[in-house]
């Protein structure tokens, strides 16, 4: 995977609230020297402990790989993101308030510095080289225990100072009757595992078994998955109507149910929409490594050879 012709390495940070992973990635895409450590938690000064962090992580790349000096770096990081401001606006997981992470981050590092979200980071690097390579207008949705998306239209990024995207909170039927619901209580991994263990009084029951259950027969369990379905469908279809989705990308947890998800995902999308045109479903295929490698193409941007050369869109 060929991340830009010049030949130096950079630094990339992928911050997730449960590991921080860190590579420093060669002019041919090729990782070298892949950390994952827990991300660190200070309560105190939640932001100053990843940057801590990245500093720590960069001086031990610099040591063991005294060939590969990176000459540009990027950090992502979950929540709400402004990437122009370089500004971590809010993480509910991790705690930070308009936290100055590029400005902080280059001021530790001494090296020039990209900052952004993990998920559209991501996106960008699907976008680029995964499963949605061959399209121009693209969600990327990533549903675990809450869900984050990314929009990509006509080959461009939309931020909005970080608030482009929130589809996790976007408001859906809810199918229990009591008016809307926001999306992720309802069809995100962690949602399901919620709405079966209090119908069911079964404690801790995750979406893997719940589905499981549903493809066994259990009513309950299929109902669950169904509201799931209809849920994240109805999101989609608002995606392909508002913005023109061509293709969506699903990642994360739940993406590992596979045909399990994506077949009847696309039959229930179908059903809902009318004369617009049919989006593809696929899953994300760079995996874990997606937000790791979107982060080392931004940073890649930074460097001189790569400016020449870029464009200002995300793709081609």
Partial sequence: MILGAAESAVLAFDVGGTDLKAGLVDASGNILGLRRIPTPRDPGNPGDAIVDAVGTLAAEFAAEFPAHAAKAACVVVPGIVDSDAGIGIYSANLGWRNFPFREMATRRLGLPLAFGHDVSTAA????????????????????????????????????AGGFAGELGHALVPDPDGKGHAILEAIGSA?????????????????????????????????????DAVDALAFSLSQCVSIIGTEAVVVGGGL????????????????????????????????????GLLGAALRARALLPAAKATSGTGVGR
Avoid at 124 to 147: C, K, L, P, W
Avoid at 207 to 223: H, K
Avoid at 256 to 261: I, K
């Fill in 255 to 290: 993406a590992e149910a596979g045909d399990r998800l994506l077949d009847p995902l696309r039959m229930r999308l179908d059903q809902m929409l009318d004369f617009q045109r049919r989006p593809v479903i696929v899953r994300a295929q760079l995996g874990q490594d997606a």
């Fill in 124 to 159: 960008e690097a699907e976008f680029r080289f995964g499963a949605a390579r061959d399209y121009r207008n693209v969600v990327v949705m990533v549903v675990g225990t809450g869900i984050a998306a990314a929009v990509i239209s006509d080959g461009y990024p939309l931020r």
């Fill in 190 to 226: 962690g949602g399901i595992a919620r709405r079966y263990s209090e119908k069911s009084g079964t404690p801790r029951a995750g979406a893997r078994e719940v589905i499981e259950r549903a493809t066994a027969g259990d009513q309950l369990a299929s109902r669950i998955w169904s």
